[in-house]
């Protein structure tokens, strides 16, 4: 089946630092999505990406779509402690009348102050 | 104001005992899915809703099944949970027309 190669499986990072992960599929994937979740809580969706290439912000948030359409990065700037947690990338095809949204498995930020 | 609402949040149930597990969205999405997530673990599909076409993965046990009665609610049902069916699960919803998801809050399953 499809899966999703993500990494750093884990970072630790000081308060202030950048951030950059990343997700590559030797599938092509229509949309990829960039999800945060804290303990005990759901996901959290971040940004969508739709087209190869595509790059987006959200605040401090910014991921890019890259052009073969099997692989995104997300990268953090100017990282602050409640950006603590789970980030995880998703990427989502849609095939005739069916959706799969298919996770990496996850990068765990730790900020120090 | 939430939009996909998960109940309970917290469900305690014995070995071998169904339980029922409840999703309901407000945002009137097509797609619902049902995700299992396992300590530091990612989501992992179960199975999931096109309206009213039920899509299972190939390697979603036959203990779990799942209704939806109308386009707002979604039910997993487990039949016989086992210890190892304590998990995180999630309900998410998403649209024809755009494809990004929503979650809801998750409902922890503790197996006594």
């Known amino acids: 089946g499809q899966q999703l190669n993500q990494s750093p499986q884990s970072m630790f990072i000081q308060e202030g630092e950048d951030v950059s992960m990343n997700c590559t599929s030797s599938?092509?994937?229509?949309?990829w999505l960039w999800y945060k979740q804290d303990p005990g809580e759901g996901p959290v969706l971040l940004i969508a990406?739709?087209?190869?290439?595509e790059l987006t912000s959200n605040g401090r948030l910014t991921a890019q779509f890259g052009i073969t359409r099997k692989d995104s990065f997300l990268n953090i700037s100017a990282s602050i402690p409640s950006d603590v947690g789970i980030y995880f990338c998703?990427?989502?095809?849609?095939?005739?009348?069916?959706?799969?949204?298919?996770f990496g498995k996850g990068t765990k930020l730790s900020v120090k102050p | 104001d939430a939009m996909v609402i998960q109940n309970p949040r917290y469900q305690v149930t014995q070995f071998g005992k169904p339980v029922t597990l409840s999703c309901s969205q407000t945002?009137?999405?097509?797609?619902m899915y049902w995700y299992q997530q396992k300590s530091s673990q990612a989501p992992k599909l179960l199975f999931h809703?096109?309206?009213?076409?039920?899509?299972n993965e190939a390697d979603t046990p036959d203990n779990f099944q799942s209704r939806r009665p109308n386009t707002s609610f979604c039910f997993l049902d487990i039949r016989s949970p086992g210890l190892g069916d304590a998990a995180m699960y999630l309900c998410?919803?998403?649209?024809?027309?755009?494809?990004?998801?929503?979650f809801g809050q998750g409902t922890r399953l503790t197996v006594v």
């Open positions: 998410a919803t998403s649209s024809r027309g755009r494809t990004e998801a929503f």
């Open positions: 599938s092509i994937f229509n949309t």
């Open positions: 990406l739709y087209k190869a290439g």
């Open positions: 998703a990427g989502l095809n849609y095939g005739g009348s069916q959706g799969n949204l298919i």
């Open positions: 945002l009137n999405h097509n797609v």
């Open positions: 809703y096109y309206d009213k076409d039920f899509n």
